[in-house]
């Protein structure tokens, strides 16, 4: 058996973790720089502020239902997270954390044991170690848990948050319960097309044969209704490597100066290389890009942007600077409004299987400066040492102008009990 744990509603949750007269209340959590809604509370859910609002938008909305709103606190998120995770460890060996709130537990030679009272166990662990509540469904493979996940949550008082689908009775019983566009894995545009074919629900769509899966929804498609129907094709996942990087942002403001310009895109760059180095990896190419604001519809638009491949295989700041330098020239315009731009970093390969070139090889010194810089930045704090093309002054500052305090990670804002 399979178990999947969700955290309801996580980021309000550890807001309300350190701040108990949140309870009860509507919290909405803001993206990167204040831009939009990107979690809520239930409460919140039912005054209608939609996933993706955008914060300026429904500034009166907030106000008018006074909705506690908070900047991304990522530290707090995190750790809390990792403390979530490292008690569920405690039940299961096997367990692939999907997310930042959700992963998956394995439960082979559980059979002859009350997986109810081992879920109520895992909530109560949870609840008392974190104050983070959680929703845990049982079943025989992982889309099917997604399915028992859903009705835990949703029938709380009924199900204890624990909710196991072992018979075929609960099966079918949970698949007609579950609209085809709240499937794990089937996306807007195959739900669009499914109920157009009149495929409402997740049993209708087992219903159709292996062939016509096969051929609308490819083979990705039929392991989903086959995991549906019971049948386990997904097993748990380990921890990869990532197949590309990316370093991207919103200025606090609107940039015009190329020179401007060219220190984020090389910031980004050197971001993106320290990333790089972690995972012993190197990269091939690099794509930069540029975006005007969207929102701004008085000023012309322009959305661009371009893949340079890199002479070797490189995780040297130095290297990935100069191509995303290259790479800007080529899609700078001037006399626009910039409001975004990013750095990715791709076609990535194993440090040590580097393929040389005949006619370029990278500079010998990079390597061993780039691991004294990487050991006084870990040492001295992130942006100790910085490189010539990024601004000494600047530190990368994200508008985040409503962050709660990082309870948990940092020694100035824990928490002080008056006796």
């Given at each position: 058996?399979?178990?999947?744990?969700?955290?309801?509603?996580?980021?309000?949750?550890?807001?309300?973790?350190?701040?108990?007269?949140?309870?009860?209340?509507?919290?909405?959590?803001?993206?990167?720089?204040?831009?939009?809604?990107?979690?809520?509370?239930?409460?919140?859910?039912?005054?209608?502020?939609?996933?993706?609002?955008?914060?300026?938008?429904?500034?009166?909305?907030?106000?008018?239902?006074?909705?506690?709103?908070?900047?991304?606190?990522?530290?707090?998120?995190g750790d809390m997270s990792s403390r979530v995770m490292n008690l569920l460890a405690n039940f299961?060996?096997?367990?692939?954390?999907?997310?930042?709130?959700?992963?998956?537990?394995?439960?082979?030679?559980?059979?002859?044991?009350?997986?109810?009272?081992?879920?109520?166990?895992?909530?109560?662990?949870?609840?008392?170690?974190?104050?983070?509540?959680?929703?845990?469904?049982?079943?025989?493979?992982?889309?099917?848990?997604?399915?028992?996940?859903?009705?835990?949550?949703?029938f709380t008082e009924r199900t204890k948050g624990v909710y196991i689908i072992d018979t075929e009775?609960?099966?079918?019983?949970?698949?007609?319960?579950?609209?085809?566009?709240?499937?794990?894995?089937?996306?807007?545009?195959?739900?669009?097309?499914?109920?157009?074919?009149?495929?409402?629900?997740?049993?209708?769509?087992?219903?159709?044969?292996?062939?016509?899966?096969?051929?609308?929804?490819?083979?990705?498609?039929?392991?989903?209704?086959?995991?549906?129907?019971?049948?386990?094709?997904?097993?748990?996942?380990?921890?990869?490597?990532?197949?590309?990087?990316?370093?991207?942002?919103?200025?606090?403001?609107?940039?015009?100066?190329?020179?401007?310009l060219q220190e984020r895109v090389a910031t980004f760059a050197v971001s993106c290389a320290e990333?790089?180095?972690?995972?012993?990896?190197?990269?091939?190419?690099?794509?930069?890009?540029?975006?005007?604001?969207?929102?701004?519809?008085?000023?012309?638009?322009?959305?661009?942007?371009?893949?340079?491949?890199?002479?070797?295989?490189?995780?040297?700041?130095?290297?990935?600077?100069?191509?995303?330098?290259?790479?800007?020239?080529?899609?700078?315009?001037?006399?626009?409004?910039?409001?975004?731009?990013?750095?990715?970093?791709?076609?990535?390969?194993?440090?040590?299987?580097?393929?040389?070139?005949?006619?370029?090889?990278?500079?010998?010194?990079?390597?061993?400066?780039?691991?004294?810089?990487?050991?006084?930045?870990?040492?001295?704090?992130?942006?100790?040492?910085?490189?010539?093309?990024?601004?000494?002054?600047?530190?990368?500052?994200?508008?985040?102008?409503?962050?709660?305090?990082?309870?948990?990670?940092?020694?100035?804002?824990?928490?002080?009990?008056?006796?």
């Amino acid at each position: 058996m399979f178990a999947l744990v969700d955290c309801n509603n996580f980021y309000a949750s550890c807001e309300r973790v350190f701040n108990p007269a949140l309870n009860g209340k509507p919290i909405a959590v803001l993206s990167n720089n204040d831009g939009c809604v990107i979690a809520r509370s239930n409460e919140a859910k039912a005054l209608g502020i939609p996933m993706g609002a955008p914060a300026f938008e429904y500034k009166n909305l907030f106000i008018k239902h006074n909705i506690h709103v908070f900047s991304s606190n990522y530290a707090l998120y995190g750790d809390m997270s990792s403390r979530v995770m490292n008690l569920l460890a405690n039940f299961s060996p096997d367990i692939e954390i999907y997310s930042i709130d959700e992963a998956f537990l394995k439960f082979d030679g559980f059979q002859y044991f009350n997986l109810q009272e081992i879920g109520e166990a895992m909530r109560k662990q949870v609840i008392k170690g974190t104050g983070i509540p959680i929703s845990i469904g049982f079943a025989p493979t992982k889309a099917l848990t997604k399915v028992a996940n859903k009705i835990a949550k949703k029938f709380t008082e009924r199900t204890k948050g624990v909710y196991i689908i072992d018979t075929e009775e609960k099966r079918i019983k949970a698949l007609k319960w579950t609209a085809i566009e709240d499937v794990w894995g089937v996306g807007r545009k195959h739900a669009k097309r499914l109920r157009a074919l009149n495929i409402n629900n997740a049993y209708q769509f087992t219903l159709q044969s292996d062939d016509w899966v096969r051929k609308h929804m490819s083979v990705i498609g039929l392991r989903l209704k086959h995991d549906l129907e019971g049948k386990p094709t997904l097993d748990l996942e380990t921890p990869s490597k990532k197949k590309s990087i990316a370093t991207t942002r919103s200025f606090e403001g609107m940039i015009t100066d190329y020179a401007a310009l060219q220190e984020r895109v090389a910031t980004f760059a050197v971001s993106c290389a320290e990333k790089l180095r972690h995972q012993n990896s190197h990269a091939n190419a690099v794509m930069v890009f540029l975006h005007t604001n969207g929102f701004r519809k008085d000023l012309p638009q322009y959305y661009r942007n371009i893949i340079i491949k890199t002479e070797t295989p490189t995780n040297s700041s130095f290297d990935l600077i100069k191509v995303a330098y290259k790479a800007l020239d080529c899609i700078y315009k001037k006399g626009l409004h910039y409001k975004k731009a990013g750095v990715i970093v791709m076609n990535l390969t194993p440090e040590n299987q580097k393929q040389f070139s005949l006619f370029s090889n990278e500079n010998p010194k990079h390597q061993p400066l780039m691991v004294i810089v990487d050991r006084l930045n870990m040492s001295y704090g992130n942006n100790k040492v910085k490189f010539g093309a990024q601004s000494l002054g600047r530190q990368w500052k994200m508008k985040q102008e409503r962050l709660s305090p990082r309870y948990s990670t940092h020694i100035n804002d824990i928490i002080q009990v008056k006796l």
